[in-house]
């Protein structure tokens, strides 16, 4: 059984900054990648960042030099820092966790963000 227990969303003021956090636990092994997705009411949802075993980083365009993803691997937990939010980034975001040889995927339940104007 995994869990994925993510914390740190809120309401915050546009500028403001939140801290996200995903702890995974449970039979992990080999993680691929940990990451974080969101979706918007209405929206698809999308890719926000993501971290790979070897410490590689992919973002969205949309957050890129606003939002920063870590990990630590010893806990199996990922972090993404969220500075300048604005009204677009409001949504639930959703931990992402891939591992093992056949690249299992589990989904965290999502925690709001909403950013006011």
């Known amino acids: 059984q995994v869990q994925l227990v993510e914390s740190g969303g809120g309401l915050v003021q546009t500028g403001g900054s939140l801290r996200l956090s995903c702890a995974a636990s449970?039979?992990?092994?080999?993680?691929?990648?940990m990451g974080w997705y969101r979706q918007a009411p209405g929206k698809q949802r999308e890719l926000v960042a993501r971290?790979?075993?070897?410490?590689?980083?992919n973002y969205a365009d949309s957050v890129k030099g606003r939002f920063t993803i870590s990990r630590d691997g010893a806990v199996n937990t990922v972090y993404l820092q969220m500075n300048s939010l604005k009204p677009e980034d409001t949504a639930v975001y959703y931990c992402?966790?891939?591992?093992?040889?056949?690249?299992?995927?589990?989904w965290g339940q999502g925690t709001q963000v909403t950013v006011s104007s």
């Open positions: 971290i790979t075993s070897g410490g590689s980083t």
């Open positions: 449970g039979s992990i092994f080999s993680i691929n990648t």
């Open positions: 992402n966790l891939v591992f093992g040889l056949t690249y299992l995927e589990y």
